[in-house]
C-alpha cells in the first residue's frame, strides 16, 4: 500500500494556533502510519505546539513567511520548499489566495 504525504499549512506554533494543531494532532493518532504521514509547516514562528506535533509523529517545519503574499521573501521560501516535496494532499488551514 501506498504512503500519502499530507501536508497541513497552519499560521503560528504559539498557543493561540493551538485548535488547529489539536486537530492535526489527532488526526496522526487516527491515521494509520504506514499508509500516511502527516507533515505540518508553520508560516510564522516557532513555539509549543511544534513540539507537541512532533511527539505524535508529525513532521513539523517552520518557514518564516510574515506578511503573507505581501512579503515576497516568505512567498519564496514556501515556494522552494513546497517544490522539494510530493504531497498527495494540501490542507490549507490559512492564508487564502497568497497560498494558492
Do not use: C
Not at 497541513?8 to 506554533?13: A, D, F, P, R
Amino acid at each position: 500500500m501506498p504512503l500519502y504525504n499530507i501536508l497541513h499549512l497552519l499560521g503560528t506554533s504559539r498557543p493561540e494556533g493551538a485548535g488547529i494543531a489539536k486537530i492535526v494532532a489527532l488526526l496522526a493518532e487516527g491515521l494509520d502510519p504506514q499508509q500516511f504521514k502527516l507533515h505540518a509547516w508553520f508560516l510564522r514562528g516557532s513555539g509549543p505546539l511544534a513540539a507537541m506535533l512532533e511527539k505524535k509523529g508529525v513532521t513539523v517545519r517552520v518557514i518564516d513567511w510574515p506578511g503573507g503574499g505581501r512579503n515576497p521573501v516568505g512567498l519564496w521560501r514556501f515556494f522552494r520548499a513546497i517544490r522539494s516535496h510530493k504531497f498527495a494532499l494540501v490542507h490549507q488551514h490559512l492564508g487564502g489566495r497568497s497560498i494558492r
